[in-house]
């Protein structure tokens, strides 16, 4: 038996800038792990983008990554800084000389320290803040871009951060983490038609993370049900406008 993948299947990398580049103003540094170490120095991949772009093309055609917006935008509203628009903008065309597309993700889990200050995702003022970022991106990387990713995984930060407090800000509180898939998904929505205006056959979603959840007994099976909902139909809702 041999399977058999379509023509059009992609197959490419992935990584989080927050993931592979130092740690700089965002709301994961200093972060102490489960392990004992400090999240701080990462694998260093804003000094080996040379190396990671020969890496990367071995994996595929294609590359689903994000950028450092604590490092591209120092404060609320700020224009971009030109070092590191063009640090990306450098590594973004080698790639696409190797004939790697990029497939960007707007937000993988890290926030600036200002937009922390600010309230997080539970501060509805904080939409236009994303909303700026993700006009500022559009100008500068959308000719790069053939696939955009306006959220990474909601379900897994909002239920990490606002109800389980396994990710920064660490709040436990079911009602918050309602109220932050409600701020995402309206700044989604706002971004999808953004993107459209610039780049109408361009693609927009989110990945949504999916998981399984079973419980092996009566009393395991009710919060199972209620975690599945919450997970998967819960989460999505608020974004209403997506072409997958």
Known sequence: MVLQFPDDFFWGSSTSAAQVETAS????????????????????HEKRRDEDIENIAQFGTVYRCSVDWARLQSYVYAPFDPEVVEEYQVFFELLAQKGVKIMFVLHHF???VWFENR???L??????AYVDFARQCITHFGQYVFNWNTFNEP???????????NF????????????????????HNIAYKIIKEVYPLVPVGISLNTAYFKGINLLGKIPALFTDWWFHNRAARPFRMVDY
């Open 119 to 121: 309230g997080g995702w």
């Open 110 to 112: 890290a926030n600036p």
């Open 155 to 165: 379900n897994v930060y909002a239920l990490n951060a606002y109800l389980l407090g």
């Open 123 to 128: 501060n509805e003022e904080n939409v236009s």
């Open 168 to 187: 920064p800000p660490f709040k436990m509180n079911y009602f918050k983490a309602g109220r932050v898939l409600k701020n995402l998904g309206r700044a």
């Open 25 to 44: 103003l965002h709301n994961w540094k200093g972060i102490k792990t489960k392990d004992g170490h400090t999240f701080d120095r990462t694998t260093d």
